[in-house]
């Protein structure tokens, strides 16, 4: 399982971005998918989880009613749509795949995640 995230790039505060992660690999319709940011000096955090179907969804409270993920398994892609942005948001931001789980669960916890993308900067100016 390859993942292979995009989308970052330089915003201004208030304003949105879509990041994308896509995965290669035949069983990305059973892969839990998560997303996790890291700001400079700072530990990983988990962002959202979304379950196999996309019927569950799981959000940190800084970005819940902000930031919505969503998945299309037939384009083997899972997306981030982070609206109303702000400076703390400045992160590289990661997606993360869970090959060991169970239909209709989602995951905060970073090693619950065996693969994980390179990550794609987000910046957000004041």
């Known amino acids: 399982v390859q993942l292979q995230a995009s989308g970052g790039g330089l915003v201004q505060a208030g304003n949105s971005l879509r990041l994308s992660c896509t995965v290669s690999?035949?069983?990305?319709?059973?892969?839990?998918m998560g997303w996790f940011r890291q700001a400079p000096g700072k530990e990983r955090e988990f962002v959202a989880s979304?379950?196999?179907?996309?019927?569950?969804?799981d959000y940190a409270n800084s970005v819940k009613g902000r930031f919505t993920t969503s998945r299309e398994n037939g384009k083997n892609t899972v997306y981030l749509q982070m609206n109303s942005l702000r400076p703390e948001d400045t992160a590289v931001y990661y997606c993360?795949?869970?090959?060991?789980?169970?239909?209709?669960?989602?995951?905060?916890?970073?090693?619950?995640?065996?693969?994980w993308g390179q990550g794609t900067l987000v910046t957000v100016s004041s």
């Open positions: 979304i379950s196999w179907a996309g019927t569950r969804k």
């Open positions: 690999g035949p069983t990305f319709g059973r892969l839990v």
């Open positions: 993360a795949a869970d090959d060991n789980s169970v239909a209709g669960a989602t995951s905060t916890r970073a090693v619950r995640y065996e693969h």
